[in-house]
């Protein structure tokens, strides 16, 4: 069933005056279908109102336990000092031109396949210098 399905769905039985509970995360069909709104954060109650008396960011920091603003903090302007760099680091028929330029304060991340098997993988290998690259 799609949403826009569901929604019309519910819609119906609404009218209908069919009491319907809708458990979701995806807070703009929430705020479109329902009239009250009950957050429940670990298994109690924090929260019910009418839905046209709240917004998504009420309901979010109501989940999380906190403001939004904190459950996603800005982000850091300037980075620290260079922790790691490669530049076209291959290894021939497992990777190739790898590219990375990590900073202090900074999360990275690489995928692929080869992910997986970390610390395993070539190139992870490569790049901590535990194998040699082949440039």
């Given at each position: 069933m799609t949403s826009s399905t569901c929604s019309a769905?519910?819609?119906?039985?609404?009218?209908?005056?069919v009491l319907v509970i809708?458990?979701?995360?995806?807070?703009?069909?929430?705020?479109?279908?329902?009239?009250?709104?009950?957050?429940?954060?670990d298994g109690r109650v924090v929260g019910e109102m009418p839905t046209a008396q709240t917004t998504p960011d009420e309901i979010v920091r109501l989940?999380?336990?906190?403001?939004?603003?904190?459950?996603?903090?800005?982000?850091?302007?300037?980075?620290g000092p260079r922790l790691?760099?490669?530049?076209?680091?291959?290894?021939?028929?497992?990777?190739?031109?790898?590219?990375?330029?990590v900073k202090a304060g900074e999360s990275s991340a690489c995928s692929g396949?080869?992910?997986?098997?970390?610390?395993?993988?070539?190139s992870a290998c490569s790049a901590l210098s535990a194998r040699r690259p082949e440039w």
């Open positions: 769905l519910i819609r119906s039985l609404r009218t209908e005056g809708y458990v979701s995360h995806r807070l703009e069909e929430v705020m479109q279908i329902a009239d009250r709104v009950t957050v429940i954060k989940m999380a336990g906190r403001r939004l603003d904190q459950v996603f903090p800005a982000r850091r302007p300037n980075p790691l760099a490669t530049e076209g680091l291959t290894r021939a028929g497992v990777f190739a031109d790898v590219t990375l330029d396949s080869w992910a997986v098997a970390a610390p395993k993988s070539p």
